[in-house]
């Protein structure tokens, strides 16, 4: 599977941003998504996932209450929305997709074998 992320920008402390992350290449609701960042000189987070089905997510401490992850299956994107944004939240943000069918969240980078290129997302303070 082929991924896609966009939507990254800059916007000011409090702002909103939804990032999206396009799919192509395969039956795209077989597959979890994550998205994770990475700020200068630190190491890559988990921010949020979601199921195959979208029946279950889970968000990092960091964001809960702020970002909200969501798909359509149908038009084959998974969306972070970005609520309050602060200039912690600073960093390139990337989705991430593994073949999974069940219930299971996965929150390791590395159970996910397929990366989109990423798009960077600034808050101004």
């Known amino acids: 599977v082929q991924l896609q992320a966009s939507g990254g920008g800059l916007v000011q402390a409090g702002g909103s941003l939804r990032l999206s992350c396009a799919a192509s290449?395969?039956?795209?609701?077989?597959?979890?998504v994550g998205w994770f960042r990475q700020a200068p000189g630190k190491e890559r987070e988990f921010v949020a996932t979601?199921?195959?089905?979208?029946?279950?997510?889970h968000h990092a401490d960091s964001v809960k209450g702020r970002f909200t992850i969501s798909r359509d299956n149908a038009g084959n994107t998974v969306y972070l929305q970005m609520n309050s944004l602060k200039p912690g939240d600073t960093a390139v943000y990337y989705c991430?997709?593994?073949?999974?069918?069940?219930?299971?969240?996965?929150?390791?980078?590395?159970?996910?074998?397929?990366w989109g290129q990423g798009t960077q997302v600034t808050v101004s303070s």
């Open positions: 979601i199921t195959s089905t979208g029946g279950n997510t």
């Open positions: 290449g395969r039956t795209f609701s077989n597959y979890a």
């Open positions: 991430a997709a593994r073949y999974n069918g069940g219930s299971r969240i996965f929150v390791v980078s590395y159970h996910y074998p397929y």
